[in-house]
């Protein structure tokens, strides 16, 4: 199985950039498509972006389009998201998934299969 440990999420205002951090142990992460999703207090977990095995294919959800940019660096089994012009309804605990078994991107909750534990990112206006 493949673990996957989030970092870089904290306290930030509004109009500020972050950049969160997924690290993979256990497996190749190049060999999975890999999702960014998100969690707010009350709300249900939604998908915010994601990408191909090679990186050459993302896709995000509309609130976050030009905004936010997810990447990989498979030498390093590390996947990211650059948040910029962050907004406090951005407010959440950040996910990173692991599909196991599909090639293509879903924004579906339900389609992946290992997750990390999240890291929160907290945007003040």
């Known amino acids: 199985q493949v673990q996957l440990v989030e970092s870089g999420g904290g306290l930030v205002q509004a109009g500020d950039s972050v950049r969160l951090s997924c690290a993979a142990s256990?497996?190749?992460?190049?060999?999975?498509?890999m999702g960014w999703f998100r969690q707010a207090p009350g709300k249900e977990r939604e998908f915010v972006a994601g990408i191909s095995r090679g990186g050459g294919t993302t896709y995000y959800t509309n609130p976050v389009k030009g905004r936010f940019t997810v990447y990989r660096d498979n030498a390093k089994n590390t996947v990211y998201l650059q948040m910029n012009s962050l907004k406090p309804e951005d407010t959440a605990v950040y996910y990173c998934?692991?599909?196991?078994?599909?090639?293509?991107?879903?924004?579906?909750?339900?389609?992946?299969?290992?997750w990390g534990q999240g890291t929160q990112v907290t945007v003040s206006s």
């Open positions: 998934a692991a599909d196991l078994s599909r090639t293509i991107i879903t924004s579906y909750v339900q389609h992946y299969d290992a």
């Open positions: 256990g497996r190749t992460l190049s060999n999975y498509v």
